[in-house]
């Protein structure tokens, strides 16, 4: 789970209209976004669109959260469930794999493994708990994909976990739903849409470079998703709900763009 900032910070940030400006404008010069716009989608076209200024702090908040939902939905319009993420082989892992979040090491949650319950909720109609040695005996896949930073760094990683599209089915989720959420043992939280959570690289992940995932990496578990943005890879999930009602997230409930891909 990659934050837009990897320092100490407060738990509850106010809006980084500099990084969220900067993510923008990115956004807004990929060939796709620009093939879409027919060259018309730029930042001074949108200002006139929302009738925004930059020059005042909440025009320039209303301006930057229209155009990052303006990206949620056009990310949401190119995405191609069948196509895959590039992987790699062991001789290109990056060691040591960095850890990121929005707290120090030291502040890594501890979670106890034998007393851990993943629970389930919403449109899901097994809603057991589930213990990790239960987690564990689910079938296995493993694989080496790149973790992309929205702060522009990227590092390859190998995972260990089961297929989050057959443990939805294993438990009876509704696909048909637009979300899946996720809560975790922090205070972090984290949503996606069903088509991403259905993509055949999209892992519930129990284990990183062959041994039971590390605190540091998410420990009891991490949603791996390489076709999303490092924030999109929520650690330490506690319950997993599906739902049709937009639930948001940590860092998109402050302004990022909420689909996140990569």
Not at 193 to 221: C, E, I, N, R, V
Request: proline share 7%; with cysteine; hydrophobic share 35%.
């Amino acid at each position: 789970m990659t934050q837009p900032n990897d320092r100490t910070v407060a738990r509850k940030p106010s809006l980084d209209t500099q990084t969220i400006l900067a993510d923008a404008q990115r956004e807004l010069a990929l060939p796709s976004r620009r093939a879409f716009g027919k060259r018309v989608l730029t930042l001074g076209g949108l200002l006139m669109l929302t009738g925004c200024s930059l020059t005042d702090e909440k025009s320039v908040n209303a301006f930057l959260l229209s155009v990052s939902r303006m990206n949620d939905r056009i990310q949401a319009w190119l995405f191609d469930p069948t196509r895959l993420a590039p992987t790699y082989d062991e001789a290109q892992l990056t060691r040591p794999f960095p850890f990121n979040a929005y707290y120090t090491i030291d502040e890594v949650p501890d979670v106890d493994a034998d007393g851990f319950m993943l629970q389930l909720s919403g449109l899901i109609k097994g809603k057991r708990s589930w213990t990790l040695p239960e987690l564990y005996a689910l079938p296995h896949a493993e694989q080496i994909t790149r973790h992309i930073c929205v702060e522009g760094w990227s590092a390859i990683g190998h995972w260990g976990g089961t297929p989050f599209s057959d443990f939805l089915r294993r438990v009876g989720a509704d696909t048909s739903a637009k979300y899946v959420g996720f809560k975790c043992a922090d205070d972090y939280y984290e949503s996606i849409d069903m088509a991403s959570a259905l993509h055949p690289q999209t892992l519930l992940t129990f284990q990183y470079d062959g041994q039971t995932l590390p605190p540091k990496y998410g420990f009891p578990m991490k949603l791996r998703i390489p076709t999303k943005l490092g924030y999109k890879n929520p650690k330490h999930i506690m319950e997993i709900f599906v739902t049709n009602t937009y639930p948001g997230g940590y860092w998109s409930d402050q302004g990022y763009n909420w689909f996140g891909g990569s």
